[in-house]
């Protein structure tokens, strides 16, 4: 199989229900955004993250898959089929439960920090940026245009994120710096 196709020079993409759409599509913007959180992540992780926050990354990647693949299904055909293209209720929860450890060893916020820090922390906050602009692009899709639980995840993962790079900047010993 090559990597290039020539179905999109003309500026279009195929979905997974065989619907032709501009590249420029809103829904094909929205799991770009995704695509390039992902990407964000994997930076992230090739920074240099202990074993620990590395396998969170990997299985956020791996679920981004999942949210990109129902983001390219406006027929929601795929979830019958494709087990491992599922969002669900108990990826949130592992986040949750992700979120609430890390931040039992932080020190509370009082005020704004500044995105930055590690090469790592700065990729976490980078990465966080995009999954709120995916989010956004998503919800400019229409309330029936993905399942609840995609929309859910995206923004559970952004909360992620940031809690993540300031976990990241605390163990690589960067001091945040307050707004």
Same mark, same amino acid.
């Given at each position: 199989?090559?990597? @290039?196709?020539?179905? &999109? +020079? ?24 995704? !695509? #390039?959180?992902?990407?964000?992540? &994997?930076?992230?992780?090739? %920074?240099?993250? *202990? ?6 990354? #990997?299985?956020?990647?791996? *679920? ?8 390219? !299904? ?15 209720? #108990? /990826? $949130? ?6 979120? +609430?450890?890390?931040?039992? !060893? ?6 704004? $920090?500044?995105? &930055? ?9 980078? /990465? ?11 919800? %400019?899709?229409?309330? *029936? /245009?993905? #399942?609840?639980?995609?929309?859910? @995840?995206?923004?559970?993962?952004? +909360? ?20």
């Amino acid at each position: 199989m090559k990597i @290039y196709t020539r179905t &999109g +020079d003309a500026g279009e993409t195929g979905l997974f229900d065989g619907t032709r759409v501009s590249k420029a599509d809103p829904r094909v913007d929205a799991y770009g955004a995704i !695509d #390039e959180t992902n990407a964000w992540l &994997g930076l992230a992780r090739a %920074s240099g993250l *202990d074993a620990e926050l590395a396998g969170m990354l #990997e299985t956020i990647q791996r *679920d981004l898959f999942a949210v990109g693949a129902r983001l390219a !299904d406006p027929a929601q055909r795929i979830a019958e089929r494709v087990t491992k293209a599922a969002v669900r209720a #108990e /990826a $949130i929860a592992q986040m949750e439960s992700w979120i +609430d450890a890390l931040e039992g !060893d932080l020190p509370p916020l009082r005020r704004f $920090i500044l995105a &930055g820090g590690s090469p790592a922390g700065a990729a976490l906050h980078l /990465a966080r940026t995009v999954c709120r602009r995916a989010e956004r692009r998503i919800v %400019s899709l229409g309330a *029936d /245009a993905v #399942e609840p639980e995609v929309l859910a @995840y995206v923004n559970r993962l952004s +909360d992620f994120l940031f809690v993540l790079a300031r976990a990241v900047n605390k163990r690589a010993g960067v001091v945040e710096i307050q707004w």
